[in-house]
């Protein structure tokens, strides 16, 4: 692996691999199956490693028909999927042992590559469980293309969704997208007009119960601003951006300040927390809302997510010009 100003650096750590190139630096966690920072411009934009979600908050309709008792398995599958394997390529070669102590030690602090792949393999908590793989591809540019595969089984139930999440550490002061105007969902997009859209801050739909808002669907791209961090020695209110771009098809997202859990919990809209964080699901499929009555009446079919299907979501990040 031979330098050059455009390659990547390699950091083989004891339990993590670090990726760094020109105004960026990417921390991978083997022990927490995913990655654990992404610095850009000398700012965190991870709380949390991004993980696998399947749930979002019910809605009255979910309740009035059951679907949150039937499908209550995949609640604790946002919780507690856990990571089994990880792999990890340099240029497209496998490496035959994961590079953590000792093995890490073959490696110097003068390591390059042009494209650095990791695999994290996560077991659904679902009985039966399911695997679930997550990939990102890093590139010099610090571009990083990700891939989450879910594989189908016909013995699980419906889900609600399928994605990946990502917690910030700070709330965005807003988000620009590129897809159908205001909410929308598989069964609530025929008023929605594509287009670029603004939105500022993380608006949530005050209901009097707090449930299921603010997803976007058939999205190309959403851009999510902030300017604070966690950092108390950073006291310059500075604007940053980090970029979600479609890959083979559009996705659905939302941009909201509280996990589904956090929503799910809450019996009144007082009871919410305030906010602290930016929630971002980008979504591969997402469970129709309903709406054709509250007292028993399913999703109409087509907007279910058969268990047995395999879903596959692919999207990268794209740092600011």
Known sequence: MAYTKQQLHVIFGDGTLGLGGQNFHYIFSYERGGLESLVVNDREWLYRAPMPTFWRATTDNDHGSGFSVKSAQWYAADHFTTCQQVSVAVDGQPLTELPIAPVNNHYSNHEFADEVALTFTLATNTIPSTPVTLTYTVTADGRIAINAHYTGNAALPDLPAFGVRFIMPTTAT????????????????????????????????????????????????????????????????????????????????????YTADELESATHIEELPLPRRTVLGIFGAVRGVGGIDSWGTDVENRYHIPASDDIDLNFTIELPK
């Open 174 to 257: 807003g988000f620009d997208y590129t897809g159908l105007s205001g909410e929308t969902y598989p069964d609530r997009m025929a008023g929605g007009v594509t287009g670029t859209y603004h939105v500022d801050g993380l608006p949530v739909t005050p209901y009097l119960v707090p449930q299921e808002c603010g997803m976007h669907m058939q999205t190309k791209q959403v851009t999510i601003n902030r300017n604070t961090t966690q950092n108390n020695a950073d006291q310059v209110a500075q604007p940053m951006a980090l970029t979600f771009n479609q890959a083979k098809q559009p996705f659905a997202f939302s941009c909201l300040p």
